[in-house]
């Protein structure tokens, strides 16, 4: 210390320091150190351990669960597993309570320091080296040097952000240029930008007209999704154990609870597991597969499918073919579309849909529009894609709650119609433009049955709700309604003069479509979740079974037949002239007369 | 009516037994929703629902205390530092604070968070700003445009934090406290951008202390905290000077403030013996030393400056701009769309939560693409902005450095002074005034100096 | 420049001075008349909205305090008592007991209480509830949704920025009046609402 500060005799502090306070100052300062060294040192530890094994997510107690799942009456594994559980919690909050008592305990240490350590500084003054040159002799120096480093501290700061701004890009700003190239007037995208997979140009030939749709069968339950088969000389008497007018039976490679669709002499159908999601075209006369298309490498497409009802399955929605394209939807929101030789046109993912039996209602091609019902847990979605390259359209949200029914086409006179059924609206909407045409609220409950239409008349039904008619016009209004024996699954078959209703237990109710009048109604020993369809008069109801009841469409209950096919069916056949498909369980079966 | 079903359909089984089926069979479905899938119960039994518990939240009642408290503690603070001049009591406040605003307020909103706070309200129309946020954020604003930054000297539970361990404050060089110095202006400006564009509340996110307040952070801004706290007991006051966004503010209003603590209480001899009294480094030095005769290439440089100060700032705006997009990131909203569009371009593999949050929620991907490129366009305005003052401000500062201040006494930095009242007591006079010694027991300025003369400011 | 103690100098610098701080004065004035015009003389507080929870699990580790501020809350009027509780049993659990092989919450804070045939009444035990979610995701996958997570306000330190909210992957957080701080299900959410509007 130099001499003058002695002469300066200055004393900001109290009293002069008695030795023995400074001593244990030093002291308490140094086991104080020591102790918080020591304890923080400690909780560093603790931290680490506790954050590589969480008690509460012990790998040892969800193997255990596990070998529980496998024998559920082991008494044994469950009082390991109780024993586990209980040290699991014990630990949980004994760590929570040492990290509160172990902060506390450090903090009490750390102020005793602090305080002993401002007993010590406070016998020592700040005082200037007087022999040192006032002012600091190099004031200017400092200031250049200051400004110097001043400068290059900015200058670096903004190179560093212009590079960094330069390097950077952005997701959004990429898609923006993409969705701005490809459609200049169109609404940006719905959903995933489409993967140009082929060209998204293909040639788009003219969408075929009502007459090719009636004389096909290009969706779930046939042209417009009605339920109804234009087709002459439906075969009516069949069986599968004995192979009467069993044309070819040939077996589905993939499961799938899709029904079959016909363009040509072409089926379509599609099949799904965990791992994969493929598209099978066979050849209508001979039951051989002509082609089979995988959907991978889709972008967005989730790693693993979602956790569905095995019942459903991963591939429940039926597929739709225009001649043109064959379009694929999978419960993993995947979407594909292939042209007649299995060529993929495009696919893309429209998020995981958020259904927890899957995602089941199919979709339905409209002249350029792939229209996808999207209704989840998470709330209502009507999709248009343009079939061509798939690109969005329109994306039309509806206050609805999730729903496994399909889109209809109602071909009213003023205007073709999309007719949904969801809790609690059955609504329809404008199918080239997503615009709402009209609603009426009376669906309830998870909705699964299909509506139906005829002749100025949209029919909906769901089991507890009701089945429900509604006359369209100049305002879409209730007609009648009916409680009793009403479907949970099997989508309405409506004709001019009657709605029939297929209770999932088998009961087949007819009603007068104009009054609702119950004409009668049949008990069916088996149940039925597949739907009816009317074709040459007849109506064709498959039971799980795989029987198919026939029966006449008509004021008066009248059966005309019933063929075992001898196999497990859940979907609805495909009806050609002479033909009818059925998808059973594991098997496609081609049916007709046999030309001998 | 339900018949035996060995099979289960799809669709529309209503009700319970399906539920319970998948429920056996463990299939893990959706997010919860709420949904009557079974019936309020009827009983018989007399049972009563009991009510849910709704503790209410600490009442405003508190939240006008707290007002009242930081109006009066200010209050205290500017009169023990003007008036009393005891370094003391300003610590006895100072210990009250740290206590109050500190332990047991435990921190939120303190003065320095609220600066955000009132952005966020400035250019979001949607948020209301609490009275309570305006007063922490304008009174201390207020008092140091007044008298200095008293706030500092005994308010702020953040200094307080900070003050109580200064053991042995090493001086700082002065370009060195130049430089560091710039980093609150940074540090404000991304906090300000951060919070005017509703990303993200930055200062309070890293705030090193207020985990100590409440005995609990994360480990990182814990060990962050407590470097800050070893660091302090030798770098006096760390985060105050090189890091606390809000000093800027209170830096500014210090500077012009209307009244300011003095180190003496009457007169300067240039006795130095307060020269290493501030651990702050804001007691500067006179300076006597004749600088370097201005030349005309002085000027010239001066005016270089001035002219040039546009060109810095539009660049500097420039560079802002450019850097958007990776601010934009820290809106939850635009990295939420990159993140979607991404997993949809098949470059993440994993879907992560928000992803999975998203695709639940049904938002169409244009609305919240809109949005996103919406917020990225408000980054780009604000990294105009925030480049540009961020220009502006070392600009500013340069030229600043090149302006020649000649001050024959000691006198304190006002913008950086915290008040705090520890050099008084060094002052010989100041023991005159309070009566410890006679006043001609001044001390002479030592010889060696040419600083002679005494100061009749 | 040269002289610095020149009157006119010193003159020159007050006013500049006091002009500045004049500017100064009005625009802290000014600031504060824009922001008293925006302000509310609500408190606000922090809450998260059920109907946009995805129970992802990040309450339970993002609060600043050690064991989160955010807790399941059950409206009972919404409960169906069920015996095959997807809020309190595993999935799969085979026998509907309190056994902890069972119990689908972790750390065992949900009371299982039998009233009366076939009901039984779910309590959840606040000191030991870490907000994990797990039970609120089992009952609104299988259930009513009669159990979801709030934030408790006797609990939470009101953060400037809540760290949860920070994490949340669903942007469910957000202030709320601290007169009306819940955001409750059934019955009692309409009940809230009532009260905080009187």
Known sequence: MPEDRKTLSVSPGAAPASDSLLQAARRTAVVAAVLAAILSTLMTAHYLQTRSADPLKSQALARLMLQLRDNPEDAALKEQIRALDLLARRAYFLNQWQIRTGSFLLFAFLLVFLASMKIIHSRRLALPDLGREPGGGSYWEEKLLARRYLLLLGTGLGLVAVALGLVSESELKKYGSLSARREPAGPPGATAGPDPVASPKQAASAFPGLEALQQNWPGFRGPDGNGVAYA???????????????????????????????????????????????????????GKILWQSELKDIPGAPAEPPRISEDTGYAAPTLAVDGRFVCAVFSTGNVGCFDMDGKRIWARNLGIPDNHYGHASSPLIFEDLLLVPFDQNSGGRLVALRVGDGSPAYEKRREVQISWASPILARTPARPELVLSANPLVAAYDPR????????????????????????????VNEYARLAAIRLGAKAEMAWEYLEDLSSVSSLLATRDYVFNVASYGAVSCFQAKTGERHWIHDFPNGVYSSPVLAGGLVYMIDINGITHIFKADKTFQPVRSNELGEKTFTVPAFMPGRIYIRAESNLYGIGEKSS | MLKGYSYMFPSARTGAALAILCWLGGAWAAWAQIKERFPKPDFQSGYIRPDLQTPAPRSMAWEMADIAVLAAALAAATYLAHRTRSRRSIFLLMIFSLLY?????????????????????????????????????????????????????????????????????????????????????????????????GATFLTCRLDPFVGFFRFGATFPLVLFGISMLVLGTVVARPYCRFLCPYGVLLDWMSKLSWRHVKITPGECNNCRLCEDSCPFGAIRTPVLESPPPVGRMEVRRLAMQFLLLPAVVLAAGWAGAELHLVLARMHPVVSLAEEVLAHDAGKSGEVSDPVKAYRASGKPLAELLSEADALQGRFRTGGWLAGGFLGLAFAWKRIHLLVRRKSPWYDLDRGACFSCGRCFSYCPYEKVRLGLIPPDAVPEPPENNNLNGKNHA | MKELKTDSSSTRRNFLRSGLRLTAAAALCGTGAVLVRKASSQEMVWQLDPALCIQCERCATGCVLPQSAVKCVHSYSMCGYCDLCSGYLQPGARARDTGAESQLCPTGAIRRKFVEPPYFEYTIDEELCIGCGKCVKGCGAFGNGSLYLQVRHNLCENCNECSIARACPSQAWRRVPAHQPYLLRGDEGLRGKRDGKA
């Open chain 1, 232 to 286: 002459a000389g439906v075969p009516a008497e069949w069986d599968g154990r004995s192979s009467k007018n069993i044309l070819w039976k040939v077996p589905v490679p993939l499961p799938g609870k899709n029904s079959p669709v016909v363009w040509g002499s072409r089926l379509f159908l599609s099949g799904a597991d965990k791992k994969s999601e493929v598209v099978f075209c066979f050849d209508r006369e001979s």
């Open chain 1, 433 to 460: 433009t997503g615009e709402e045409l009209w609603q009426v609220k009376c669906m309830s409950g998870e909705v699964g049955p299909s509506p139906a239409y005829a002749d100025g008349m949209v029919f909906a």
């Open chain 2, 101 to 197: 605003f500190g332990f047991f307020r435990e921190g939120c909103v303190c003065p320095v968070g609220s600066v955000q706070n009132v952005f966020l309200a400035l250019f979001t129309p949607g948020y209301a700003v609490p009275f309570t946020v305006i007063a922490f954020f304008l009174l201390p604003l207020a008092f140091a445009l007044l008298f200095g930054r008293t706030f500092c000297a005994a308010v702020c539970p953040l200094g307080m934090m900070q003050d109580v361990v200064i053991l042995k404050p090493v001086r700082i060089p002065g370009r060195l406290a130049d430089i560091l110095g710039a980093i609150p202006y940074i540090y404000l400006t991304l906090t300000l951008l951060f919070a005017a564009t």
